[in-house]
């Protein structure tokens, strides 16, 4: 059995703030929230035996890349730490996340950062949508589109229509108005003072305007500046850090299971393969699949919550049946029947997700993992999720084209 991987804790930045119009470039965020997360959990920059940073576009948002370095920079004792940086789009925290655990398992280190860091909003959100847009096939997909990723999930929607009828955009904006509400009680959460109407998530053209094809404002992920950082370590380096503060190994956070998949790049691609598979989406199933199987469970109400990612309310509405929370093509019950609210039998994004939290590209994969640490060990605040002790992260990259799949519990 591999060596089993605890979360010590973490820290992330408010997803609110513009980094840029406070003069502070990423390096600075990367600072701030690194030493806040080691002020957080007790822990000391020459603990860090490696460090693993999730990042997907700071080359063109900043013109900077090797930020791997960049980790030596940010204290003395933080030179000559080995570090890595992984990127796979919306997913490369999750990647971060993904090699840092291996590295633990394989028996390496007993204590390793995952940072996850998207610098975006210095530029127009045109150009944002450009840069986002490489996540794309270049020069193959979604040629005519103004925004490319609202006009890829819009695509996902006419799939969706054309397996199993026409998706309502009643349970669409049902999905982004629950992810809104949940942001307000977030005290990171880019929209937490946003104000809406009783038209908002509905499909009126001026409360609610058309971006691509079926795909509506208030339908999409936030572009974000953002970091988040959390800290993973051996059985052997947690127990010694539980028994200094007064704890069990049992009170902490552990990552109970684990799934990775890759599809092919364009979304044309996916959908072909999937043309007779009862699911639109199977390769995320089976990643979902995946994380079960190695976490000991076999159905998702063995969980208490769900961090999904919801880039665009539709890649929620796709996630509820690739968890098989209801039969493939049937997410809108889970809607309609409360499962996925606050309150409900399997609470959906309760920080907010990418539509009510934020969605700082590389930092979203370890945002996540450090939710799941934050709901089992009981402190998620006004987003807490009574009773969680089990929670499932799932976490994609492009047009469904890198997954990620977690489950969180206790140690």
Same mark, same amino acid.
């Given at each position: 059995m591999p060596e089993p991987v605890y979360i010590l804790g973490g820290a992330q930045s408010d997803f609110a703030r513009n980094w840029a119009r406070e003069g502070l470039g990423i390096d600075a965020m990367m600072r701030e929230v690194l030493f806040d997360g080691l002020d957080r959990t007790g822990l000391e920059p020459r603990d860090l035996q490696s460090v693993h940073v999730g990042n997907f576009v700071a080359e063109l948002f900043c013109g900077q890349g090797q930020l791997g370095g960049m980790i030596a920079s940010l204290h003395p004792d933080l030179s000559g730490v080995p570090t890595q940086r992984h990127e796979a789009a919306c997913a490369s925290g999750s990647m971060a996340v993904l090699a840092a655990a291996a590295e633990i398992e394989a028996g390496r280190y007993d204590l390793v950062a995952v940072l996850g860091v998207e610098y975006m909003r210095n530029v127009p959100g045109q150009t944002a949508a450009e840069h986002l847009g490489a996540a794309a096939w270049a020069g193959r997909e979604w040629q005519d589109a103004t925004y490319v990723w609202p006009a890829a999930f819009a695509d996902l929607i006419e799939a969706y229509g054309e397996k199993f009828g026409r998706v309502s955009y009643d349970h669409l904006g049902e999905i982004a108005r629950i992810n809104y509400a949940n942001g307000k009680r977030n005290p990171y959460a880019q929209t937490r003072k946003w104000q809406f109407n009783d038209r908002s998530f509905t499909e009126d053209d001026e409360a609610n305007p058309v971006i691509e094809g079926r795909v509506r404002r208030n339908d999409c992920g936030q572009v974000t500046d953002g970091a988040a950082v959390v800290f993973l370590a051996s059985r052997e380096r947690a127990a010694e850090y539980a028994k200094q503060r007064g704890l069990k190994l049992a009170d902490l956070a552990k990552i109970d299971g684990w799934g990775h998949r890759t599809a092919p790049m364009m979304l044309s691609e996916k959908l072909t393969e999937s043309r007779n598979d009862r699911f639109v989406l199977p390769h995320v199933n089976k990643a979902i699949r995946e994380s079960f199987a190695r976490a000991g469970i076999d159905s998702p109400f063995q969980l208490d919550a769900i961090e999904t990612h919801d880039c665009f309310a539709m890649t929620e509405y796709a996630a509820i049946d690739s968890y098989e929370i209801t +039969?493939?093509? $049937? %997410?809108?019950?889970?809607? $309609? $029947? #409360?499962? &996925?609210?606050?309150?409900?039998?399997?609470? @959906? /994004?309760?920080?907010?997700?990418? &539509?009510?939290?934020?969605?700082?590209?590389?930092?979203?994969?370890?945002?996540?993992?450090?939710?799941?640490?934050?709901?089992?060990? #009981?402190? =998620?605040?006004?987003?807490?999720? $009574? #009773? =969680?002790?089990?929670?499932?992260?799932? /976490? @994609? #990259?492009? %047009?469904?084209?890198?997954? +990620? %799949?977690?489950?969180v519990g206790r140690g």
């Open positions: +039969a493939p093509g $049937e %997410s809108w019950k889970a809607v $309609e $029947e #409360g499962v &996925i609210a606050a309150d409900g039998r399997l609470p @959906i /994004n309760p920080s907010g997700g990418l &539509i009510g939290l934020g969605h700082p590209v590389g930092a979203t994969g370890v945002r996540m993992m450090l939710d799941g640490y934050r709901q089992v060990t #009981g402190q =998620a605040g006004d987003c807490q999720v $009574e #009773g =969680a002790k089990r929670v499932g992260l799932l /976490n @994609i #990259g492009g %047009s469904t084209t890198t997954i +990620a %799949s977690f489950v």
